[in-house]
């Protein structure tokens, strides 16, 4: 099958082509409604590099099929089977990947307020195309759906029950994508069923989340009613006491935009040593920087909070999945995660594999581990082409 797989953000549209499963180009449009825009084409070894005039997605939508017509990517846009499209959030609507129709629009319309950031941008990508090409059969993929399995009593928040459900008020998740291709990958590496495995995953990136998975379900995950909660990230603080908002309003003279910008882009690693690169931070906190050694600290001392917490809701643990940019690509923080965990859990890792493990899919853990640790890269738009494969195959 021919699946496109596309990301609209506000100014930027990334997308992916996929022949039977196997990634053949991708192009990424960058700047759309500025003066400039930028196209980068990448498909073999070829890579192509464009300056072009973007005013809207529209314009972006028209420019994506033109570029791969040109360089004889496609032929036309008839001979594909599907585009898949990543939505950010689903609600409580969707458990499911979803064939597109007008009905479906509008519930991502309604769940504007839950996901303003990023709602709109992917239902502008799906309605350019639907004008366009309103024979191109279209699949919502919901970063939220996978943690809709999530038992009730993991899913629902503390509140009065008729605030909760008059503000559709309950724990999301996100990051679903990453989090079931992973899942899915550990379990082709430990050659078990999925439905036999219990895992934790930790997409580790400049936003981070940790899930617990049974049987191929999410149980529970750390980001909640948004991206906000759970693990401390590249610039979101995660966890916090709530009544911080409160006192910060009456005794700085806060307003509530002031105080979400600063718990959303201004905190976490960023807000405690000035970067949210963990390369940076490493670099620094090896180099002394105390702020920088501070803030790992905190960094791994949380993730190790959600591991313990894991464990207990699963009962038991048959592999950590360490994915995404820094869990991929940071040694040290793995090393740190995975240090003081032998005892109480059964995880011990090779530090020569550890090190070595860099890219790809490779396991980590010693043979003297009870527990498997696997570093896996994520591939969403892979899950996603597959999803959509799976919604409109006959």
Request: hydrophobic content about 40%.
């Given at each position: 099958?021919?699946?496109?797989?596309?990301?609209?953000?506000?100014?930027?549209?990334?997308?992916?082509?996929?022949?039977?499963?196997?990634?053949?180009?991708?192009?990424?449009?960058?700047?759309?409604?500025?003066?400039?825009?930028?196209?980068?084409?990448?498909?073999?070894?070829?890579?192509?590099?464009?300056?072009?005039?973007?005013?809207?997605?529209?314009?972006?939508?028209?420019?994506?099929?033109?570029?791969?017509?040109?360089?004889?990517?496609?032929?036309?846009?008839?001979?594909?089977?599907?585009?898949?499209?990543?939505?950010?959030?689903?609600?409580?609507?969707?458990?499911?990947?979803?064939?597109?129709?007008?009905?479906?629009?509008?519930?991502?319309?309604?769940?504007?307020?839950?996901?303003?950031?990023?709602?709109?941008?992917?239902?502008?990508?799906i309605e350019v195309i639907s004008a366009a090409y309103p024979g191109l059969k279209q699949v919502a993929v919901f970063d939220t759906a996978f943690h809709q399995s999530m038992p009730e009593y993991a899913a629902h928040y503390p509140l009065p029950s008729?605030?909760?459900?008059?503000?559709?008020?309950?724990?999301?998740?996100?990051?679903?994508?990453?989090?079931?291709?992973?899942?899915?990958?550990?379990?082709?590496?430990?050659?078990?069923?999925?439905?036999?495995?219990?895992?934790?995953?930790?997409?580790?990136?400049?936003?981070?989340?940790?899930?617990?998975?049974?049987?191929?379900?999410?149980?529970?995950?750390?980001?909640?009613?948004?991206?906000?909660?759970?693990?401390?990230?590249?610039?979101?603080?995660?966890?916090?006491?709530?009544?911080?908002?409160?006192?910060?309003?009456?005794?700085?003279?806060?307003?509530?935009?002031?105080?979400?910008?600063?718990?959303?882009?201004?905190?976490?690693?960023?807000?405690?040593?000035?970067?949210?690169?963990?390369?940076?931070?490493?670099?620094?906190?090896?180099?002394?920087?105390?702020?920088?050694?501070?803030?790992?600290?905190?960094?791994?001392y949380r993730i190790k909070k959600y591991i313990g917490a894991y464990t207990a809701a699963l009962g038991d643990v048959d592999a950590l999945v360490f994915t995404g940019g820094v869990g991929e690509h940071a040694s040290y923080v793995r090393h740190k995660?995975?240090?003081?965990?032998?005892?109480?859990?059964?995880?011990?890792?090779?530090?020569?594999?550890?090190?070595?493990?860099?890219?790809?899919?490779?396991?980590?853990?010693?043979?003297?581990?009870?527990?498997?640790?696997?570093?896996?890269?994520?591939?969403?738009?892979?899950?996603?082409?597959?999803?959509?494969?799976?919604?409109?195959?006959?």
């Amino acid at each position: 099958m021919k699946i496109l797989v596309l990301n609209a953000g506000s100014s930027s549209l990334k997308c992916q082509y996929f022949i039977h499963e196997e990634s053949v180009a991708s192009l990424t449009l960058e700047k759309i409604g500025e003066e400039q825009s930028y196209a980068t084409l990448c498909y073999g070894r070829e890579k192509r590099e464009e300056v072009l005039s973007l005013k809207d997605h529209h314009c972006a939508i028209k420019a994506l099929f033109a570029l791969l017509k040109r360089f004889h990517i496609i032929t036309d846009v008839s001979e594909l089977d599907a585009v898949g499209h990543r939505v950010v959030h689903g609600g409580s609507s969707f458990s499911q990947p979803t064939l597109i129709n007008t009905e479906v629009i509008t519930q991502i319309r309604s769940l504007i307020p839950l996901a303003p950031l990023h709602n709109p941008s992917n239902l502008e990508g799906i309605e350019v195309i639907s004008a366009a090409y309103p024979g191109l059969k279209q699949v919502a993929v919901f970063d939220t759906a996978f943690h809709q399995s999530m038992p009730e009593y993991a899913a629902h928040y503390p509140l009065p029950s008729t605030l909760s459900k008059k503000a559709h008020i309950r724990r999301y998740g996100f990051h679903g994508t990453s989090h079931a291709y992973v899942a899915k990958e550990a379990a082709r590496m430990l050659h078990r069923p999925l439905e036999a495995l219990s895992l934790i995953t930790l997409h580790l990136g400049n936003g981070a989340s940790a899930a617990a998975i049974q049987a191929g379900k999410s149980i529970d995950t750390s980001m909640g009613f948004t991206p906000l909660e759970g693990l401390m990230m590249g610039t979101r603080c995660g966890d916090i006491d709530p009544a911080i908002i409160f006192y910060l309003a009456r005794t700085q003279n806060m307003d509530y935009e002031s105080i979400e910008k600063i718990l959303n882009k201004e905190s976490g690693l960023k807000g405690i040593c000035g970067s949210n690169d963990m390369r940076i931070v490493i670099e620094s906190a090896r180099s002394g920087d105390e702020q920088s050694q501070l803030a790992l600290a905190m960094y791994v001392y949380r993730i190790k909070k959600y591991i313990g917490a894991y464990t207990a809701a699963l009962g038991d643990v048959d592999a950590l999945v360490f994915t995404g940019g820094v869990g991929e690509h940071a040694s040290y923080v793995r090393h740190k995660v995975c240090e003081g965990l032998a005892s109480t859990f059964g995880i011990r890792i090779d530090t020569q594999k550890n090190q070595q493990a860099e890219s790809g899919h490779t396991a980590i853990h010693s043979e003297e581990s009870n527990t498997a640790v696997l570093v896996i890269a994520t591939n969403e738009e892979l899950e996603i082409a597959r999803e959509a494969q799976r919604v409109v195959s006959p």
